[in-house]
Structures are given as C-alpha cells and as structure tokens.
C-alpha cells in the first residue's frame, strides 16, 4: 500500500530534492527543520538529496550536524554521480552503496519492451543508439525515447540522431576513412556539413573519440564485438580500418580527440575540431619524437601514403626504363625492340603487381598497335598474356562524374566497400572504368561477391560493362601534379576549357601535339 502511494505520490513521508538548484545554507536548514516532524504514514522520513555534490561548502558544514546525529525517524539518501567531490567529512559518516551502469544491452531491451506498451515501433539499431548516447542511465535513456517518440511514433536511427544531435555513423565510418586515406580536403567538407546541419561539434569529438577507442579494442583483441557497440557491417567496416592504421596512429588519433574536446571548452569549437583532422591527415606536421616513431614505423610496415614525398624517390632507380618505352608508342619504332630477347619480362614483369591487386581481366588483353609482331611476345611472359599498360590508359581517360552515385548503390548493399571507396574517382577510356582509391579499397574488391557488386552499380547507372582497373598515372604527370598551376592546367583540359600560353613552358606540352606523355615501368602504390 505504501509502495502504491509512492508512485501515486500521496506519501508525504518520502521527499526527493536537487541539490543543484537548492544548495544554498538557508535551503539546507529549512530540510533540518522539517526532519524534526514525525512520519505520518511510513515508518521512516526519507530525504532523497539528489545531485549531492553540487551543494556549497557552508551547505554541506550546515548538513554535517544533522548526518552525525539523525533524528532516529529519519533516513538521509545522498545520491551522486562525482562521489569524489564529496567532503571526506560527509563521507565518513556514511554507507556507501556504488550502483554500476546499466548495460547497454539490457537497456535497449528495456526501451524495446516500453515502446512495445505504448503501441509503438522502435528499431533495434535506434535502441541501440539511445542506450550508447545514455551510458548507462536508464532514466536518461526513457527520457530521450521519450522526446523521440514525440517526433514519431516509428523511432529510427535517423530519428535518434536528429533528437541526440549526434553524428551518424556513417559519418563517423567516413570522417575516420579520410583519416586512414589522409585526406584532409574531403574531412573538412564533411565537417562544415554536419555543421550547417547544427550538429554539435563537441559531441561530434565525443563521438570520435569513442569511435577511435572502438579501433583500438579491435586491434588489440581478438574479438572486440562485446566491448564494440556497433553493428555486424560497422564492425567489418571498422576492422578494415583497424588494420590499415598501426596501434601507434590509433592512440595518437585517440589523444587528439580528447585532447581537442579539453581545448573546446576555452576556444572554437568548429576551429579545434577541424585542426584536429588536419594534424590527423598530416602527420609529417608533428615533430615530436612520438610522431617520427610512428612514421618509422608506417615506412618498416609498408604502409600505403598519398603525400607526395615518398613516391617520388621510388622512380629515381628506374631511370633507364624511359629508353625502351618512348620506342613503344609510335608503331614504326616498336619491332627492332622486340628483336631484343631480354626486354620483353621485364615490362611485364613491372606491371605484375596491378595485375595481382586488380581483377584479371584488367590486365589480359594485348596491346594492338603492332599486329605483325603479336605472336613472338606472347611466349616471352611463361604463359600469360602481354599485360595492359595502365598508364597509357589513364593517360588518356576522362572523368567519370557518376562516380558518386555508383558509389550510394553500393551503400545500400555493403558499406564496407562504400566507406572504403570514400573520396575516390573514377576515369573512363573505351570499355575499361579506372578507379583512383587507396589500396584498402582494392583489397575490399578482391573478394569475387564485392566486385560483383561494384560491377552491377555500375551497370544500372551507365546501362553498359566495364572492366575495372586501378587509375595510373605516368611518374612525369604525377610530378607535374604536384604544382598547382599544372593541376589547374590539367582540371581545365578535363572540362574542355581551352587554355593559350603566353611564353614557353617547359612542362606544359600539348598533349594534342605530341601525343600521351612518355610512360614509365615505376611502380605506383595504391
């Protein structure tokens, strides 16, 4: 009967207060006075001082009489969450009782039975969501169920992120794969758009952080998924990218963020978050020992990098190659080379490693320009045929502007390819589609299923079949890229903008005039 009064709210006998918005000595001595009347139904008064930890010291020094010696009728409840702001001397006068967080499961499982009573629909993942966002507090958790359910009575996860203000997880997915791909440009835009969509950006580092702690769990156990709260695809998307980052990068990511959300409270927050990306997506800008450790150890593992630097020394060895492939693109030049008995592996033989990344397809066809001289290569490579030089074919391509609609059709089936195709393109020359990504995504489109996938988003957006292949460019243009004049030179060529020179240049030749630059047999790395 008690207990149906105490719901109902008929017993006087039980009083909660909060301590943040009464904590003042005057507040304190009116409870003291109130605690000296007898109950009237229960056998106890209950004061239940919620938030304990926000009252003031002269509060607590008013308190501290009372709680040695209680009225015999009387039971204090001092409820925190920062027991540690307590006064040792509270503390010494009282039981402690630690209430651990509710598990995120069970939580979810409790929202799931609630929406279930009031007639409405809750999706699993949003459930999940709400149980993540809560940490761990079942009242905070029923409270933003309950501010969803006022938006609709069908919560989705999209729902929970809007009423959260938190950041989906794809993006999340998406803002760590520019991270590993380290590309800075396309994690800014990301950012400014979840500002303009008022996305907290506090929160957003939170999320980060706790995105990152999720990377680190990966890498450092066997099976993460119990300490993991995410989904069977956004764990297969976060693996992939546990294992392209090194243990060292993810806790250098991880105190960033943190670090980052400390700086928020004094500065901007937009302003620090952005920073931290950019020194996330440049390492070479930090300096420290810490950080030349972690470049040295990204060097030792082999660890693909899209700065310009370290590709360029790895061509300095292949100079003498430049001879024998400037003879291969005009026809007439091109048999007295293959008089020659030893050259001919040693094309082949530098062009093996697209061919062992990408689909075989690719790389199977032999070049047409000499028809006579067709027969007497082909025994040359032990069995294989003559491979497809890659860089005379994106030397030629043209830009693929479909490419991001192609890239959400493969959203819808698996993420994991999508998220790791973040920031990529694609390029077009005759019947093959060539894409430019880093080798995590090549990786992916090794599995059979994945690259059958891709291949039918891009049936349904163009209506045809391409054979994929990885975009290459020649050393010469790769270095040319590298001046923001010739890209800008090269962006206007693609939109068909006509461009006239003013005085000699020596790297600007028409490729109308001369044909496609030379070509080279170095290697570049996804």
């Known amino acids: 009967e008690i207990c149906r009064g105490l719901e109902e709210g008929s017993i006087l006998d039980v009083e909660e207060i909060d301590a943040a918005s009464n904590n003042g000595v005057s507040d304190v001595r009116s409870l003291i006075e109130s605690s000296n009347f007898t109950p009237a139904t229960a056998k106890y008064r209950v004061y239940i001082i919620d938030e304990v930890h926000m009252l003031s010291v002269a509060a607590f020094n008013a308190l501290l009489k009372t709680l040695e010696e209680p009225p015999p009728h009387v039971i204090f409840i001092l409820a925190t969450t920062e027991v540690h702001k307590l006064l040792p001397t509270i503390l010494s006068r009282c039981q402690r009782f630690d209430f651990k967080r ?62 959260a203000g938190v950041a989906a997880r794809d993006y999340l997915a998406a803002l760590a794969q520019d991270i590993v791909h380290q590309d800075a440009a396309h994690a800014l835009e990301a950012i400014d758009g979840l500002h303009r969509e008022s996305k907290d950006m506090s929160r957003l580092c939170e999320e980060m952080a706790e995105y990152f702690r999720g990377l680190m769990l990966i890498k450092t156990m066997k099976d993460a998924s119990r300490l993991v709260l995410c989904s069977p695809q956004e764990l297969e998307v976060m693996t992939g990218q546990a294992l392209a980052l090194s243990l060292s990068t993810i806790l250098h990511g991880l105190d960033t963020f943190e670090e980052t959300l400390h700086k928020m409270r004094y500065a901007n927050q937009r302003a620090e978050l952005e920073m931290a990306f950019v020194k996330l997506c440049f390492p070479q800008l930090d300096t420290s020992p810490e950080a030349l450790l972690r470049r040295l150890e990204a060097l030792e593992n082999g660890a693909p990098r899209q700065i310009a630097p370290p590709p360029a020394p790895a061509p300095a060895p292949a100079a003498p190659a430049p001879t024998p492939v400037p003879a291969a693109t005009p026809p007439a030049a091109e048999p007295p080379r293959q008089e020659e008995a030893a050259p001919p592996p040693e094309p ?36 294989k045929k003559a491979a497809v030089d890659v860089e005379a074919l994106s030397a030629g391509a043209q830009r693929f502007r479909d490419w991001p609609e192609i890239l959400q059709r493969v959203r819808g089936d698996t993420k994991s390819v999508a998220m790791a195709f973040a920031g990529s393109a694609a390029y077009v020359n005759g019947d093959y589609m060539l894409i430019e990504a880093p080798e995590l995504a090549f990786e992916l489109l090794k599995r059979p299923e994945q690259r059958d996938r891709m291949r039918e988003a891009i049936r349904q957006v163009t209506g045809r079949v391409y054979k994929l292949g990885p975009y290459r460019l020649p050393q010469e243009q790769t270095e040319t890229a590298l001046d923001p004049l010739a890209e800008l030179e090269r962006r206007a060529r693609e939109n068909g903008i006509a461009l006239q020179e003013e005085g000699p240049s020596p790297t600007a030749d028409s490729p109308e005039d001369d044909g496609p630059p030379p070509l080279t047999d170095a290697e570049i790395p996804f």
């Open 348 to 383: 082949a033989a530098s062009q093996e490693p697209p061919q062992a990344v990408e689909e075989p397809e690719v790389f199977q066809k032999a070049p047409a320009a000499p028809p006579p001289q067709e027969p007497k290569p082909a025994p040359a490579p032990k069995g």
């Open 102 to 163: 509710i598990a995120p499961e069970d939580i979810a499982g409790r929202l799931e039975d609630v929406a279930q009573r009031e007639n409405a629909q809750l999706d699993h993942d949003a459930a999940l969501l709400i149980a993540r966002v809560a940490d761990g507090a079942l009242r905070d958790a029923l409270s933003l169920l309950d501010q969803c359910l006022g938006r609709d009575r069908h919560v989705t996860l999209d729902i929970v992120n809007q009423t």
